[in-house]
């Protein structure tokens, strides 16, 4: 039988369900999920192996209008998508109408590679309004497939993997059988830390932090990390840690957590905090986290 192999890139607005999808297709939480806007900053690439076919699936940053050099770099990794996609899953949910980028739904538009659209989370929507949107979508992007799902529920998950199979180029595997990711080890404790903070802290303060793992020893039975969250002010630094470290201990107890899970082994966890002054806008600084490569 042929092989097939290929790059199957998700974009969207913010929190339509991308790094949902994504772990359900991968079946491992690779992406770190929250209920706020930019939760995924970079472009993680999730690998689907079986017999015959290699599915590499790229999880990237909701699609916003940058504000400062950051968002900038996240919408690079948009772009990215569009370059190497042999299959391309525009995701939409109910009652949304356009991206908030036009010259990205342009792109889209243009498209000479399949799009699947993704109508998701129709598990919160009744017939007419999904039959609504259906229409709406078939008449603006009438070169994509549009496919209701909901991938919070895992409703119709499998048909769309089947479909994205069918369109894939007979090609080898790009990466070897048994990798998950293109990802470090570092790259997914420092993604586990920054969701934990994303969940338990206000306004701007998820959005001004970084983390960065600065040691990861394994042994045989243990894990041992040490990592420092990274502030851009000195209230901040305060807010993080908060009354006698009860805020920073409970974001490392549910970190370590997470961790043992994911890497099916006891982890030791130690957090720092540090104020590096306005990184978000400092080119040096986001290469140095991963950003602006």
């Known amino acids: 039988m042929a092989h097939r192999s ?8 913010p929190n339509v369900g ?7 297709f991968v079946g491992e939480k690779l992406s770190i999920i929250t209920s706020k806007a930019q939760t995924t900053r970079h472009r993680i690439l999730g690998i689907v192996n079986g017999d015959d076919f290699q599915v ?5 940053p909701g699609i916003i209008k940058p504000a400062y050099e950051l968002q900038s770099s996240m919408m690079d990794f948009v772009k990215s998508a569009f370059e190497d996609a042999d ?51 078939q008449t603006v992007l009438p070169n994509a497939e549009i496919h209701p799902i909901s ?11 089947e479909r994205i199979l069918e369109l894939l180029p007979e090609a080898p595997p790009y990466y070897p059988k048994d990798q998950l990711t293109d990802k470090p080890e570092r790259f997914f404790v420092n993604e586990t830390i920054r969701e934990k903070i994303l969940l338990h802290y206000k306004k701007e303060i998820p959005y001004s932090v ?8 394994e042994d045989e039975d243990i894990i041992r990390i040490r990592s420092v969250i990274m502030v851009e ?18 974001v490392g107890v549910e970190a370590r957590k997470d961790l043992e899970k994911f890497f099916a082994k006891q982890v030791h966890i130690e957090l720092y905090v540090k104020v590096n002054k306005n990184w978000r806008s400092n080119s040096q ?9």
């Open 87 to 137: 299959v391309l899953l525009y995701m939409v949910e109910i009652g949304e109408k356009a991206l908030k980028d036009e010259a990205f739904f342009k792109k889209i538009q243009n498209s000479k590679i399949p799009v699947l659209l993704l109508l998701n989370k129709i598990d919160t929507s009744d017939q007419a309004a999904l039959e609504e949107q259906m229409q709406h979508w």
């Open 18 to 24: 991308k790094s949902t999808l994504m772990n359900a």
């Open 6 to 13: 290929g790059f199957v890139n998700i974009i969207g607005n």
């Open 285 to 293: 600084q986001l290469k140095r986290f991963g950003y602006n490569n």
């Open 210 to 217: 970084e983390v960065e793992t600065e040691e990861f020893l």
């Open 233 to 250: 002010r000195d209230t901040q630094k305060g807010i993080i840690i908060g009354h006698k470290g009860s805020a920073l201990k409970r």
């Open 151 to 161: 991938a919070l529920e895992n409703f119709n998950v499998k048909e769309v993997f």
């Open 56 to 60: 590499i699936l790229s999880d990237t």
